[in-house]
């Protein structure tokens, strides 16, 4: 279960254009402001949870995001980085209009927390996400606003300094969360920063089990999918070719579940890409180019993260190599690429083929065959 958190929180990351610790050092926050508020440790981790899958439903409108700012990535950082958090009036409403964006957000995010029966708590939190204390605040769980005032400390800190993050965070005090969580985190905010820079955040990684059980992964390849309504279920469909082409290979029982699982994680580097680099129809330029050939790399680095998946995020990572060493991000080549990453990438490319996207319409069985055999 925290291995499937810690997944999606990186998904998250990557998504929002924040860096891949940037969850987990919210999530570290809130949790020490929980704590001297007097919240038990059930309480705190609940605060944790919510810190983590905030930005799980962020997959989920990235195309109405590309649609309304051009770049869903960059947009979303250069958001959250803005403390005045002033918008135009058209923007405001495709945000948080009736149907709007916060709506798709939190009804995904719930949904998330619910599928992994974490606490009802963090659940109801997550949809609730984006509520400000000034406004519809009654019956919004604490765990929102601790979070909120957390996650802008957390960037706030790290773009303009210590200070200025106090000042800009205190001048929405009562308006975007209540006063004395602000007073509490003036406090202490210069000692958790310290703390953090010292690795408290990852000292505190400690994993509820073991294992990324399959069903949690299909949730992960799900969210994944999200970004893009033309990869709706691509990930399974990886996954399952993969899985049928490495038996008739005669792979044992492991090596078919390493490629399953695999296939199910290997698009997690693929939220770190604008969505209108993906839907571009014509080749992409060379700056696009660049942060495609990132996209196994940046699944790789999710992956590592979770011990419990470190075979599969190594098959994962060699998705787009090929045997000529013309592939990406390593240009690995031959015996470089093991069997099982050449079944992954055969799979992912086998699919990807019959899979209608912009600009490039699906193949048929018998296209599909001949352009795998050239």
């Known amino acids: 279960m925290g291995d499937a958190v810690r997944a999606l929180a990186f998904i998250g990351d990557l998504s929002m254009g924040q860096p891949v610790d940037h969850s987990l050092r919210t999530a570290w ?32 409108n990235a195309p109405d995001v590309s649609d309304l700012i051009g770049d869903d990535v960059n947009g979303r950082r250069e958001m959250l980085a803005t403390s005045s958090r002033s918008l135009p009036a058209n923007m405001l409403a495709a ?9 798709i957000h939190c009804e995904v995010s719930g949904d998330v927390a619910r599928t992994l029966g974490l606490a009802p708590v963090v659940e109801h939190a997550l949809r609730h996400i984006f509520e400000h204390c000034d406004s519809h605040a009654e019956g919004v769980p604490l765990e929102v606003f601790m979070v909120a005032v957390a996650g802008d400390l957390e960037i706030f800190s790290r773009v303009y300094g210590i200070s200025r993050a106090l000042a800009f965070i205190a001048a929405k005090a009562d308006v975007y969360y209540p006063v004395a969580l602000v007073d509490m985190l003036r406090q202490h905010a210069a000692d958790w920063l310290h703390s953090l820079e010292q690795g408290a955040a990852a000292s505190d990684l400690a994993a509820d089990t073991a294992g990324g059980a399959t069903a949690l992964l299909e949730l992960i390849a799900d969210v994944i999918d999200l970004k893009l309504p033309w990869l709706t279920g691509f990930s399974r ?14 792979l044992d029982d492991q090596a078919l579940q390493r490629i399953y699982r695999a296939a199910l994680i290997h698009g997690i580097g693929r939220a770190s890409v604008p969505n209108n680099i993906w839907d571009a129809a014509g080749p992409p ?13 940046w699944t790789a680095r999710a992956v590592r993260r979770i011990g419990s998946l470190s075979a599969e995020a190594e098959i994962a990572s060699f998705v787009d190599e090929r045997l000529d060493g013309s592939g990406f ?29 912009p600009g490039r319409p699906a193949l048929d069985l018998a296209q599909v065959t001949a352009r795998m055999q050239a």
Do not use: M, N
């Open 95 to 103: 945000i948080d209009g009736a149907g709007g964006l916060t709506a």
């Open 29 to 60: 926050i809130a949790s020490r402001l929980a704590a001297v508020l007097g919240r038990d440790t059930a309480q705190q981790r609940h605060c944790h949870d919510v810190a983590l899958l905030r930005w799980s439903g962020c997959t989920a």
């Open 285 to 297: 330029g060379e700056g696009a180019a660049e942060q495609l050939r990132l996209v196994p790399y």
């Open 329 to 357: 991000f390593r240009g690995a080549s031959g015996a470089a690429i093991s069997l099982e990453a050449q079944v992954l990438a055969a799979a992912a490319h086998w699919v990807l083929l019959q899979t209608s996207r």
């Open 237 to 250: 469909k990886v996954a399952s070719t993969a899985r049928q082409c490495g038996a008739a290979l005669g």
